[in-house]
């Protein structure tokens, strides 16, 4: 389902929810209560909507009281998830990013990202007031209870893999209780998380593009979270079967790389954060520089809207693309302000300012020349089919060494990008020779879909490639964040810090 009703339902709920009047003799003539609400398949499918909103492109409507600030959902350009995962990488930065360069400690404080991890435990509520409704089809419950599952197991990897494991609650018996509890254990947090996805899988919808459902979660998005989650444990054997599964599921590879960031329901495309006038992303807002009405060979852009234009795919990144790769068609290295000055990178041939000299403008989610919302009207990919080739090339190089079978995934993502060709002729001489190549190629395929950060620490190379290019703070426990201060402070010491910190 499109976004715009999503958060539309979401926020007439919420709006009859919080209208009062001010007179103090008001007499009621209705009121929600455990008694009256949720009866009806449109009142489970409220408490679920709201949910979505943990997974928005901006913090619009993400104001936190408790923080004094804004909550950033999972994609928010601007922090967040998302931001962490990709601007703690070697792929994409911004200008004077401390996250970048490694420059935190446990004082560094994450609140505006960690508070959405509450929302773990409004997902338990939501769960054990769907499962308390009666007198509805068995087949609708079970759908929105699946649906419901899914999201708390998201929140749970996502926070899972900034944090580990997060305080929160999983059992409704224990939902009285309102102060700070332990984090649970690893074992516990990620089974749980495995059980709500795995219990979900036979009751979720199936592929949803071109379907009054796109925009919920669905059997690819929870498989893929399952094949995610394993693969990141090292448990590459369990991983095997999810990935695998995803092959017959209707999806393929889109045959113009472009078009998978531009037609929002493409057969590639497994789960997108949705776009439009009620749900605009601040992707563009964040990447386009704000002088620039021109990048490179065909895409131009005159809107007026504000822009600051901090994020940079480093050089050193972007020289690892061959001239020939069609991916280059979506990251420039020049640029045309308005006056008409070109900028270019440093021995370019042109102008250089403070952000050219630090990387290249990925514009990977474009916005187009109609553009109509200040927020952009772009969709921001999450999961897709291309990401489950590299994978089931991973897991197999892993399990049984850099095979042809292994070679031949690959192969479809660089046929596609015309750069097999750059794949090297001893890359089956080792699972090492294997595992190098690929994560520059998934790196290559996947920037600025917020795996970055996930995969170099899979493979053991986040902290490595830091500390190569520059970054002297970078210490070994730094492949988790700090819990921020305010929760160890307020916890009374029950909410412990991550090692190192």
């Not at 979720?204 to 379907?211: A, E, P, Q």
Request: proline share 4%; hydrophobic share 35%; charged share 25%.
């Amino acid at each position: 389902m499109k976004t715009k009703k999503i958060i539309s339902w979401a926020v007439a709920l919420c709006m009859g929810m919080m209208l009062h009047s001010c007179d103090l003799d008001q007499k009621v003539f209705s009121s929600l209560t455990n008694a009256n609400f949720p009866q009806t398949v449109e009142d489970i499918d409220a408490l679920v909507v709201g949910m979505y909103a943990n997974f928005k492109a901006n913090s619009g409507g993400m104001w936190d009281d408790s923080n004094g600030g804004w909550a950033m959902p999972i994609y928010a350009a601007g922090d967040g998830w998302w931001a962490y995962s990709e601007f703690t990488s070697d792929e994409c930065r911004h200008q004077g990013n401390r996250l970048y360069d490694f420059n935190w400690a446990g004082a560094w404080d994450t609140f505006m990202t960690y508070t959405i991890s509450r929302n773990i435990t409004r997902c338990t509520f939501i769960l054990d007031q769907l499962e308390k409704v009666g007198g509805l089809p068995e087949a609708a419950k079970a759908t929105k209870i699946a649906e419901a599952k899914t999201l708390r197991a998201w929140l749970m990897f996502c926070f899972y893999d900034l944090y580990g494991p997060v305080s929160c609650v999983l059992e409704p018996e224990e939902l009285s209780n309102i102060g700070y509890t332990p984090r649970p254990t690893k074992e516990t947090y990620f089974n749980r998380m495995v059980s709500d996805l795995q219990e979900s899988l036979p009751y979720l919808y199936d592929k949803t593009n071109g379907t009054g459902n796109w925009g919920r979660v669905n059997k690819g998005l929870a498989t893929m979270l399952l094949m995610k989650a394993y693969m990141n444990d090292h448990q590459y054997d369990k991983a095997l079967p999810y990935a695998e599964s995803m092959k017959t599921m209707g999806y393929k590879l889109s045959d113009d790389y472009k078009d998978i960031f531009i037609n929002e329901m493409n057969d590639e495309t497994v789960w997108a954060v949705p776009s439009g006038e009620l749900a605009g992303n601040e992707y563009f807002f964040y990447a386009f520089p704000p002088n620039c009405i021109t990048f490179g060979k065909d895409f131009e852009y005159k809107s007026g809207a504000n822009r600051w234009g901090g994020y940079l795919m480093p050089w050193e990144f972007y020289d690892t693309y061959d001239k020939a790769d069609a991916r280059l068609e979506v990251i420039f290295d020049s640029y045309k302000s308005a006056d008409g000055t070109l900028y270019t990178r440093p021995g370019g041939g042109g102008a250089s300012d403070d952000r050219i000299q630090q990387g290249a403008v990925p514009v990977k989610y474009l916005c187009n020349d109609s553009e109509k919302y200040s927020n952009g009207n772009t969709h921001i990919v999450a999961f897709r089919y291309a990401d489950v080739l590299l994978s089931l090339a991973e897991i197999e190089n892993e399990l049984n060494g850099p095979t042809d079978k292994a070679l031949g995934y690959l192969k479809q993502i660089t046929d596609r990008v015309g750069v097999t060709h750059t794949i090297p002729a001893d890359i089956q001489s080792s699972k090492e020779k294997f595992k190098e190549f690929l994560l520059m190629e998934r790196g290559r395929e996947l920037f600025m879909e917020g795996w970055r950060r996930q995969d170099l620490i899979r493979f053991g190379k986040y902290i490595e490639f830091a500390r190569n290019r520059g970054c002297t703070a970078a210490k070994d426990h730094m492949v988790l964040f700090p819990i921020p201060p305010k929760v160890i402070t307020e916890s009374g010491g029950v909410i412990e810090q991550n090692p190192g910190y």
